[in-house]
């Protein structure tokens, strides 16, 4: 983000998006195949990205978020390519969450705003690059309306008062579309109303999607798949299935 948004303006996003994702903690789910960390709050994988606004917001009512400093080459890089009004934080981590106190990231993760060719936002879209890891991604279904609705009406206060995130969010579905493409597969998403969408590849025709064709990755693929996964990782196997309706 970064165009005309005050720190202040990030109270009015907050307060707009503070719904659960799902009933279930999902974190519960990936952990054990990544050190007991949820994949969304370990910076090894993904590392929270806010406009310098926003980290002036967090800083005036949290001591949670401190400057991201990078670890490696690849970490590096992606600081180093951060346009110049946002920079790379990270929390103490997720036994210090404080629910109030997310970034606009946090809340949305693993969702973004999907926009058609014509400019619409028809829904929400999933970062693609988490695939193998979000056990969110496999299992769309939970995804609560609640959720969605926060999500679309925080998004769309960002993108009144900052024309360049809204360029920004355009060229990313128009990546996916191009990933979709090379990969000959639909782009799965959640329409804005509720209910499921895929946005075919090549053509980018938009059409109703059923559950049950909701793309399943990784681990999440079956129980087997899961169970063999966590016993090669040296993992725990959480007390609640990871495989629900």
Known sequence: MTGDMRPEDFGAVYERFQASVSRYDCGRFCSPLNGGQPVCCDTAHAIPVVDKPEFQYLKARTDLWHKYKPTDANSRKIVAELHKGCM?????????????????????????????????????????TFADRCWLMSNMQVVEKKFIREFIAAYEYVFERDPEELTAMKKHSVNHRRQSTRLNKPIFLIGRQGGFLKVMPKTAEIRPAAVTELAKYGPYKSPRAYAKAVKDYGGEMPKQSPFVD
């Open 88 to 128: 790379a934080i990270e929390c103490k981590g997720a036994r210090f969450c404080e629910r109030d106190n997310r970034t606009l990231a946090c809340r949305a993760f693993p969702f973004y705003p999907y926009f058609t060719r014509a400019g619409e936002l028809v829904g929400l879209a999933t970062y693609w």
